[in-house]
């Protein structure tokens, strides 16, 4: 697909693996339990999409935007990203696993108990994002930025006990 604007439709449990997307932005659809594995997105908006349990893993990602998207249970696992930004969405038990990230960002998402096992987060700023857990490889996580109870939370899961 390029050049497109699709609107209020549904695409549940949709096979469209290998998809290519440029230019192209879904508003209001649904891609519930929908593959899009190895699939090529450049320039590409979600925006008040359902991605519940999309699978989006061996995926190039690039340049493109989630806003006020539900993406709980997505899978992007070994899937590429420059210049993306998920705003203002949720992303609970996403699985980010071995994902390479340049220039991603997360504003003011749920991103509790996301996978982020052997993915690097170099650079990544996930501090406006709420979760209670998640997962993540503690070697990767060097150079990530994050807030102040957030870095508790880190501190703890190395054994650092904090005193007020």
Do not use: P, W
């Amino acid at each position: 697909l390029n050049q497109t604007v699709i609107k209020n439709s549904h695409f549940t449990n949709t096979d469209f693996t290998g998809m290519d997307l440029s230019d192209v932005r879904f508003e209001n659809c649904d891609f519930s339990n929908a593959d899009l594995s190895k699939t090529s997105m450049i320039r590409v908006e979600f925006v008040d999409c359902k991605l519940l349990g999309i699978n989006l893993s061996e995926s190039y990602i690039g340049q493109t935007r989630f806003q006020s998207c539900i993406t709980n249970l997505g899978i992007f696992a070994q899937t590429k990203f420059e210049n993306v930004l998920f705003e203002e969405s949720m992303l609970e038990n996403a699985d980010f696993f071995d994902c390479t990230f340049k220039k991603l960002g997360f504003d003011n998402c749920n991103i509790n108990e996301v996978n982020f096992r052997e993915t690097s987060l170099k650079g990544i700023d996930i501090s406006s994002s709420e979760f209670e857990r998640i997962g993540v490889s503690m070697e990767h996580l060097k150079g990530c930025i994050v807030s102040r109870n957030q870095a508790a939370y880190f501190a703890g899961l190395l054994g650092i006990k904090i005193k007020d």
